[in-house]
């Protein structure tokens, strides 16, 4: 049998049924829309409860970035239950540790031990390693042509967990008094179950016996260019977007701006981070990754020159929502230049791989941003990007030439 008849054969037995393409990915959405609250609770209250139960105030910061190693770490285990077991399975492991979370974090904060609360930081990163794998679940349910439509859906579910998230805090932080947020982390454990009953109605073909295998090595499908140039990419996208977001409110403060302004322009940041995958999806069908790529590549370019161009509110908006643009365009295109780097039955390990790779990077920024803020300043934080950004671009550059090559022998 030939290469090309096995990779139609797998194809064929890992294929979704039409009739059920649509409820796929409705369920993703609505579950991305729930679960994406998750990161965002932490976000949110992980460094104020950090710093009520912290035995030093240089440790309060700790729990968050305890939720970006465990989100980094587990991408690899939940493609292995995935590859195994079938992503349902995966999808269910992840929602369970978003109930423990929740429910570790409000006994951590009710017992007033600190430890415990960073503990239960890496079950939360885990359940977002998780959720980060719906855009390539919802790729999965439908045909290749509409695969980058079908992940710009389930990303678009993020707007509503921007709203979900920040609601759930301001509706539950002062429930059960004196301990603030204790009822917060069970109203997340809540959501986390419920997301957990919408993804059982998930209905996804079985691993086959090829996928379970494997396919080939890993370092074969490293070693191929368009690979390096997505995870480049990918890396380079995340890692600024989460580089810069972070440090940009302590710079707001670090300019005499109000915390008002702050929260104001995380909130647009966020909105400008997922209400473009309405229709990013379309773009990529249209114009391509790589050009889709290199056009969030320079709206984070932008990004970065307008916060050097002055350090007032206007300035700091602009560059945020630049940067949250410039994400979405960048990850969503480089998540479609994945899939063309892998066969059907290496999918599940090839995307962990990626999403390992993306995320391990983007904590090295998470612990990166706050020291190099406060030493440098502003200014030097931004000048920094430039740098992943160049060599992005030759990545995108070196790969279409060798294309090019290609195609003329």
């Known amino acids: ?8 054969r797998t194809e064929a ?3 979704v049924p039409q009739a059920h393409e649509f409820g796929n990915i409705a369920r993703l959405v609505i579950a991305q829309a729930l679960a994406g609250a998750n990161a965002i609770v932490v976000y949110a209250t992980g460094a104020i409860v950090g710093n009520t139960l912290a035995p030093s105030p240089a440790l309060a910061t700790l729990p968050i970035s305890i939720f970006v190693v465990g989100m980094a770490v587990c991408t690899l285990p939940a493609g292995a239950i995935a590859r195994r077991f079938g992503r349902r399975a995966a999808f269910l492991a992840g929602t369970g540790c978003g109930v423990l979370v929740g429910l570790l974090s409000s006994l951590a904060i009710l017992f007033g031990s600190f430890w415990l609360f960073c503990a239960a930081m890496i079950p939360g990163g885990a359940y977002a390693a998780v959720v980060l794998s719906f855009r390539f679940a ?8 509409r695969r980058p439509r079908a992940m710009s859906a389930v990303m678009a579910g993020g707007v509503v967990a921007g709203v979900v998230g920040p609601q759930l805090v301001t509706h539950t932080m002062n429930l059960w008094p004196p301990h603030l947020f204790a009822a917060t982390y069970i109203a997340q454990a809540a959501v986390a179950a419920l997301s957990a009953l919408v993804l059982m109605g998930v209905r996804l073909p079985k691993p086959t016996t090829a996928e379970v295998a494997g ?5 074969a499908i490293l070693r191929q260019p368009r690979f390096i140039t997505a995870v480049i990419c990918g890396v380079v996208s995340y890692l600024l977007m989460n580089f810069l977001m972070t440090a940009a409110p302590l710079a707001m ?7 008002e302004s702050a929260n104001l322009g995380l909130q647009w940041h966020v909105i400008a981070m997922y209400a473009p995958s309405f229709f990013t999806g379309r773009l990529i069908g249209r114009f391509g990754s790589r050009r889709m790529v290199a056009a969030g590549l320079a709206l984070i370019a932008a990004a970065s020159a307008v916060g050097l161009a002055g350090q007032d509110v206007a300035h700091f908006w ?6 949250g643009v410039g994400w979405n365009f960048g990850f969503l295109g480089a998540s479609a230049l994945v899939l063309d780097c892998h066969r059907p039955e290496e999918k599940t390990r090839v995307q962990s791989l990626n999403d390992f790779l993306v995320f391990g990077t983007m904590a090295f920024g998470s612990f990166a941003s706050g020291s ?3 030493s440098y300043g502003w200014d030097a934080v931004l000048r920094i990007s430039f740098v992943p950004l160049a060599l992005a671009t030759v990545a995108l550059v070196v790969t279409a030439l060798y294309r090019s090559e290609r195609k003329a022998a």
């Open 215 to 219: 396919g080939r090595p890993l370092g």
């Open 372 to 374: 190099l803020l406060t």
């Open 318 to 323: 602009i560059s945020l929502i630049l940067l």
């Open 138 to 145: 919802a790729a999965d349910c439908t045909s290749v042509e």
């Open 253 to 259: 403060r670090l300019c005499g701006l109000p915390q």
């Open 13 to 15: 037995a890992s294929a």
């Open 1 to 8: 049998m030939s290469q090309a008849e096995a990779t139609t």
